[in-house]
Structures are given as C-alpha cells and as structure tokens.
C-alpha cells in the first residue's frame, strides 16, 4: 500500500469510480471494503490521516453492547455479537477473545447479570466466544488480585472481543487495495461537482502534499465522514438540518500494576449511569470511559478535567491500588458520531446503530455505528447504492473475507504479532542496516518498524508512525516524545526529506502529545 502508486493511478485514469468514499475512518473503510470485494471501482480519501479522529480512539473491544442490551436494543446486540463473531474469525491476529468480570454488590446484581449474559450469549448463537457464568467471591479475588474485597458480594464472568483499531483500520485498507481500491490520506475534498440536474457526479480534492487540486467522477459518493458529516452535507446544502450530535468519550492508560491478571473488569453502574471498563492492552491497562456532549467537533478533541476525574474516582473506588494522575500513562479523547436525536435525550440513549440518509442530490451519508460492525455499515451501505442506482445486485463478500494479515495461533506476548503474517518481512527488515536496533527498549519499538509502516502502510508523518501505525502515543506518551527525533529521521531518510522537516515533524508531534499527557 504506498501513496505515490495510489497518486499515480488517479492521474493515469481517467474514468468514472463507482464509489466515491469521502472518510477513512472505520466506516469509510468498512465501505471501501465491501465495495471493492464485490468488484467495484473505489476510491476513498481521507483528509488526514485514517482513523486520525473517532476510530483511533475506541475502548478496544470488540463487543456485542452489553449496556445495549439493558437498554433493549436487542437488534444492535444481535448484529454486534454476530460482527463480533466474523471478526475473529476474519482477522484473528487482531481480535480475540478477552474474559470480563462484573464484580457484584447483592444476591440481586448476581442473578441480574447472570441471566442478561446469558442471554447475550445466546444472541451470538455458535459465534460466541464463550459461555457466561456467576464465580464466588473467593473465585473473584483470586482472578482479579486488585479488585476492593469490601466492593463485592461475588462476580459473574463473561466473554467479549479485544483489538488494536488502527491496525485493523490499515489491515482492513490493505485488503482493499489489493481487491482493487484507490485508498489516499491527505487528500481534502474541497467541493461536490453535480450534473446539469443537480446530483452528485464528483469531487473536487486537495492532495496536502502535492499541493495540488484534483477533480474525480464517481457514480456514487459517500459521506463516511463521522463527526464531520454535517460539513460535507453543507457542501451539497448550505442549508442542511444538523446530523450528528457529538458525544466525547475519555480514557486512560495505567501501567499493569493496576490490573496484573488477564482478566477485564466491567463495572456496570457508575455514579452517573454509565458503564466503566478496565482493560489489560499492550501490556498496559485501559480504564474508560466517558459520555459527554461537545458542541464543536475536532480531529484532536482533549479531555476535560472533569472527565480525568471522574474516572479515576470510580477506578479507586474497586482497586485495592488507587490511581493518581501521576500514574497516568496517558490520556486519550475521541468524538462518537451519534446521529441526532430529540431535545434533551441523554448521549448515552441515543441509539450506536447506523443510519444512512439519502439526499435529494443522490448523495448517501452515514452516521453513528460502532467498530464492530464495521464491516455490516459497508454491506448495508453498498446494498442500499446497488438500490438506489438500479445497479444489479451483487452478495456482498466480506462475512469470510480473511483481512490482510490474517494468522491463526498468535502469540500475543510477541511484541509484533500484530503485523500478522507480515511479521516474518517485518523481520526480514530488521536483519539489514541495523533496523534491528531499538528505539525504545520499554514499548519494544525496532527501526526496521519504521521503515515497514512509510514503505507499506502509508505513514507519512511522526505522528502517523507513532500514534497509529504502533500505539506509542496512547502507551506511554513521555517515552513516546523521546522516540520522536529517531522516528523522524528515519521517515526523512525514507521520504527523501531535509533537517527542517525532521525538526517540524518533532515539534508537531510535540504540540499534539503535550494534550495526552497529565
């Protein structure tokens, strides 16, 4: 996957795409891949670079919504467990199975959860990942060493999936590229081209490193553009009603001390209603995370202080070892992109499943869904054109499509299973010109990482490489900061680019970390 080849294929062709997919985030992607496994012609720009806003910043679960349930969206969970179910299939070396603990407080909460999990499972019919059941409290303390005895009366297990959401997001556009897909990041589109009947025909884009403007035909464009949808909307009307209603979500990073076992915790009833998960990741531990509106959307949203402490007040209240700030690794915001709703509805009711809008330009655009069912957003979205345009039908082909990467038996101690069966070329990289060597020792980050994620994964800036093409930024953002100048001269060497872009580059990853950092 290399952006100079992508460039050139749009300069070299001339013709009319059949997708259009403005947005490189889990949707987008999600629509690129379904498209093109089904032999369409795709072209999908992101203005940044992907999953740069909401789709990096997720929980890192894989799950069916348990809170969904509670909620009776019984629909949503059913295609969620379902989702969940072809993902670990599909990309095992990126999804697995990770065990959750609820710790309970009465006889009542034991009973409660045991026959909703239950349930859940049996919603995921044989694609579930394991069978829910209620351990005493002595079962409880044991799996879970951290847990406050005081806090529990008995714990009740089950099963959800775990991930790495940029490196599905890459894997996933891998996997398009070589079904056929035009995939570019740092591409803006500036404008919609319409027809003397005024529907949608194209775009206009800006390539952010050419400098230069380019104008596509496409015959079906997508808004895949998350919390920024309403702004393509008011390319095609200025006057267009309000779409999303953004809502923040906050988490932060602990070192492992704080959860040594490999179980997760799921605390279902926090002080405001909402669920709060501790998850083991990378060798770190996730704790989130939050539901709060924000008015104006952003690619780097940071997380308010009221948000820092609420999680770590309910985490103290269930670890035996109280977090501080100064135990925070760091801090991450993203924006959901809820659809909008009713005056005075709560974030947390609106409903996570997806709608698509048509409008009366022709243009589709999609908003709110979730990562697990990514791949569905794609199906449906692809079905509802193949409607639309009186196109032939065509079954979609990615229920069993194996994503870029694809290897079975992981080793997830490995510090880089997560390159899947491209771990062995990684390698290979790594035994010539000393890109063996470390650039941290403690996040286990090699040159040859480096010089894989420019030549085939895209990244272009520090920031790409290590916030996203590896997950230092989110690990452990001070040691992260102290990679930057190696990171950056290893890219320059790569790109062919001078000192003063070295410079720039470490001074921009600076500016963006500082907000990650407590």
Known sequence: MKREEMIKKINKDNNEYDFIVIGGGATGIGIALDASSRGYSVILLEMSDFTKSTSSKSTKLVHGGV???????????????????????????LVKDQSFIIPTQSLFDEIQYTIGLTFYDLLAGKLSLGRSKRISKEKTLKRISTINPQKITAGVVYH?????????????????????????????????????????????????????????????????????????????????????????GVHLVLDKSFLPDNDAIMIPKTDDGRVLFLVPWHGRVIVGTTDTPIKEESLEPIALEEEIQFILNTASRYLTKAPKRSDVLSVFAGLRPLAATEEGKKTKEISRSHKIFTSNSGLLTIVGGKWTTFRKMGEDLVNKTEIKNTWSHIPTKTKHLKIHGYKENVDYNNPLYFYGSDEEAVLDLASKNGNGDFISTSLEIINAQVVWAVRNEMARTVEDFLARRTRCQLLDAKESLKMAPKVAQIMAKELGKDTAWETKQVNDYLQVTSNYIL
Do not use: W
């Open 67 to 93: 809170r969904y349930l509670a909620q009776g969206d019984i629909g949503l969970v059913r295609e969620a467990v379902v989702e969940r179910g072809l993902l670990t299939q599909n990309a095992p070396h």
């Open 160 to 248: 959800d999936g775990q991930f790495d959401d940029t490196r599905l997001a890459i894997n996933a556009l891998q996997s398009a590229t070589e079904l056929g897909a035009i995939v570019i990041n740092y591409c803006k589109v500036t404008g919609l081209m319409k027809d003397a009947n005024g529907k949608v025909s194209g775009v206009k884009f800006f390539d952010e490193e050419e400098k230069k403007e380019y104008k596509i035909k496409g015959k079906q464009v997508v808004n895949a553009t998350g919390v920024f949808a309403d702004d393509v909307l008011k390319m095609d009307s200025p006057n267009t009603k309000k779409t999303i209603a953004p809502s923040q």
